[in-house]
């Protein structure tokens, strides 16, 4: 199967926040939860009354989740990646390497967005383990009737994927702005989990349930 196309560069993102702001609405989110590949014509049943889409991916809700960030759209954020930890088949350290793309962005422009991409990783590796860590497992029903068999449960805690591990720091160092388009101040070091790769960013809120 051929992978997800690539999201917007973060400069392409931050020239338009209002086009995120609509393509991943807060009503009708089941319109936008999907891949972004097609099911081919021929497989569809006529009439066409059925999504074009293929169903959702590890990938295609990543992807949103980087958008979400980069325009620093904080309740959308935390929403995906909640999104993301409900779905207990998709482990984080499974994410494919997004590449740098063949979708004509300059070497830097590239680098800078799978950079973001790897320190996203990090953070939902932060925010996945400290549920994890209490006992609260990513297949764990949701209504929980018993807390003592949950915290029984061996405790896999989830890793970065191989290549964010790998992945160059920019040099020299990038800043992103919050949603106001507002950068860190000079004597603010920005979180360190993005700093690993140099990007300067305010720490986005990544604590749910």
């Known amino acids: 199967m051929s992978s ?8 392409q993102l931050l020239s338009n926040r209002s086009k995120v702001f609509n393509r991943f609405s807060l009503q009708r989110q089941i319109d936008w939860r999907h891949s972004l590949l097609r099911v081919p014509i021929y497989c569809r049943p006529f009439p066409f009354t059925s999504s074009p889409f293929l169903p959702d991916t590890p990938s295609a809700s990543f992807y949103r989740l980087y958008q979400l960030f980069v325009v620093d759209w904080t309740i959308q954020f935390r929403n995906e990646l909640e999104y993301f930890w409900n779905r207990a088949s998709w482990a984080l350290a499974d994410l494919p390497d997004p590449g740098l793309g063949d979708d004509g962005l300059p070497e830097s422009e590239a680098k800078l967005r799978k950079a973001v991409m790897a320190g996203l990783t ?22 929980v009737m018993d807390w003592e068999e949950l915290k029984a ?27 106001k388009g507002e950068l860190l101040d000079v004597d603010e070091p920005g979180d360190e989990e993005f700093a690993v790769y140099g990007i300067k960013v305010a720490t986005p809120h990544w604590v749910f349930v």
């Open 4 to 11: 997800e196309p690539l999201p917007p560069s973060v400069s």
């Open 122 to 143: 990090r953070i939902m590796k932060l925010a996945y383990n400290r549920l994890i860590s209490k006992g609260l497992p990513r297949n764990a029903p949701a209504v």
């Open 153 to 179: 449960r061996p405790r896999v805690l989830e890793e970065i994927p191989t290549w964010a591990k790998e992945m160059e720091r920019l040099d020299p160092v990038v800043e992103l702005p919050n949603a």
